[in-house]
């Protein structure tokens, strides 16, 4: 299994950022997908996840109607839109996958992260 996440850069306050995790390794079609994010000197949290099917998502309640999770077993890749963007959003982001679907961060595989950063 080897995920890599793209798609981070510098945005300003109010924008918007579509970050991909595509997994290039072995496929994984019953795994949950989450997103978590690390921001300086702060533990890595919980932004969003996605059940094998897509079905099911769930949310940090700090990101909830402004990130929108999404996954496309074809293609291997699950997606996070981020609109409305704050300087609080700024964090390394990485893409997770395990069986289950849930909030805890202790994922079976994860990505290297890509660095979003939100100007003010």
């Known amino acids: 299994v080897q995920l890599q996440a793209s798609g981070g850069g510098l945005v300003q306050a109010g924008g918007s950022l579509r970050l991909s995790c595509a997994n290039s390794g072995r496929t994984l079609p019953n795994y949950a997908m989450g997103w978590f994010r690390q921001a300086p000197g702060k533990e890595r949290e919980f932004v969003a996840a996605i059940t094998w099917n897509g079905r099911s998502t769930i949310y940090a309640d700090s990101v909830k109607g402004r990130f929108t999770i999404s996954r496309d077993n074809a293609e291997n890749t699950v997606y996070l839109q981020m609109n409305s963007l704050k300087p609080e959003d700024t964090a390394v982001y990485y893409c997770?996958?395990?069986?289950?679907?849930?909030?805890?961060?202790?994922?079976?595989?994860w990505g290297q992260g890509t660095l979003v950063t939100v100007s003010s």
């Open positions: 997770a996958a395990d069986l289950y679907f849930r909030r805890q961060n202790d994922y079976a595989y």
